[in-house]
């Protein structure tokens, strides 16, 4: 399995609650993604970034925040959580080289309920 | 948009039997690539084997091997001698070289693979 870690893993918090869901890769990737997982297993991509101070939001809007300081690090954050972001998140990161689509890489993923 | 269809939500194979499960495409690109990955009950979705668009030759790895048809848009993904170790959800997922575009990956819904001792 990569090297890839997710914390927490599991999360049960009240609504209106901030929340951050931790995601570190040492594998020095520069590529990393956050998908979110719906009850249906269906994953959509909600963000992205090619590499420090890089953030993109992704094919599903999402209300949710990412910041990429460190390379390793790629923490989302939530400013007030609702209901309906309960979900399972997955971290994924790719060596992104030179243009070139790489295999993603997930890790374990936080499942989050939102009460 | 790409888009990509799996059209069983659920399989059931026997311990040792082969089992196909099936994935369709949509997209205008001509380079791109895709994937099946594996995801156990509660634990890390994983990569089973992946198919550059360019080649001609399908994927193999181990057990797993892929029947990848370019013009049909079709990725199947044929596990032989099923194990138990095999029961997950199956995802193919799609993704496009663009050279610097947004390049995650486009998920079918997922198959439910159960594998009968």
């Known amino acids: 399995e990569a090297d890839i870690y997710q914390t927490p893993r599991y999360l049960v918090i009240g609504t209106g609650k901030k929340i951050t869901l931790e995601c570190s890769q040492t594998?020095?990737?520069?590529?990393m993604y956050w998908y979110q997982q719906d009850p249906g297993m269906e994953l959509h991509l909600i963000h992205y970034?090619?590499?420090?101070?890089?953030?993109e939001k992704g094919d599903l809007s999402s209300e949710s925040t990412v910041s990429r300081i460190r390379t390793e690090h790629f923490p989302l954050t939530l400013e007030s959580a609702r209901p309906s972001h309960t979900s399972q998140y997955l971290c994924?990161?790719?060596?992104?080289?030179?243009?070139?689509?790489?295999?993603?890489?997930f890790g374990p993923g936080t499942r989050l309920t939102v009460l | 948009a790409q888009t990509v269809t799996q059209s069983q939500p659920e399989m059931s194979v026997q311990e040792a039997e082969t089992v196909t499960l099936s994935c369709t495409y949509d997209?205008?690109?001509?380079?791109?690539?895709l994937f099946w990955y594996k995801q156990p009950p509660s634990r890390q979705m994983i990569l089973v084997i992946r198919q550059e668009a360019y080649k001609q030759q399908n994927a193999t790895e181990n057990r797993f091997s892929v029947n990848f048809q370019k013009a049909a848009k079709s990725f199947s993904l044929k596990i032989s001698d099923s194990q138990l170790g095999d029961a997950a959800m199956y995802f193919c997922a799609y993704s496009s070289d663009s050279g610097g575009g947004a390049d995650g990956l486009t998920f079918g819904k997922g198959t439910h693979l159960i594998i009968q001792p």
């Open positions: 997209t205008s690109e001509s380079d791109y690539y």
């Open positions: 994924a990161s790719s060596a992104g080289l030179a243009g070139l689509t790489d295999t993603q890489y």
């Open positions: 594998m020095g990737h520069d590529k």
């Open positions: 970034s090619y590499g420090v101070n890089s953030t």
